[in-house]
């Protein structure tokens, strides 16, 4: 995993399982990969994945079985992209709309162009 700078590396440790879970590679109540296995692939230091759980288990998109490990919540999938929504609509768009008034580009043009087209 490449990180960048302008985010905590725990908080991209964090996206990267959420995107997982979007993905499909992790599902409602599936075990999560242990800290080590997390620490190890990624090439952190297991007090950072921690970290990252601790933050999954905050938001409520993983939850902790005492003695046997952390495990995806059976509601994780619509938690991720209701705060994936909301972090799009708060604080990416308001980016993208202020770009466009730069450039003056309206949404006409944008849905000229055939590769913004859905």
Request: glycine share 4%.
């Amino acid at each position: 995993m490449d990180f960048r700078k302008q985010k905590p590396i725990y908080l991209q440790i964090a996206d990267h399982l959420s995107e997982q879970v979007l993905q499909g590679a992790l599902t409602p109540d599936d075990r999560m990969p242990s800290v080590r296995d997390v620490a190890a692939s990624m090439g952190v230091n297991p007090n950072t994945v921690v970290r990252s759980f601790d933050y999954l288990q905050q938001e409520e998109i993983i939850y902790q079985r005492r003695g046997v490990g952390y495990f995806v919540s059976p509601d994780a999938k619509e938690r991720i992209l209701a705060e994936q929504r909301r972090e799009f609509l708060e604080e990416e768009l308001p980016l993208i709309r202020q770009k466009m008034q730069v450039l003056g580009i309206d949404l006409k043009e944008i849905m000229k162009n055939e590769e913004c087209r859905m």
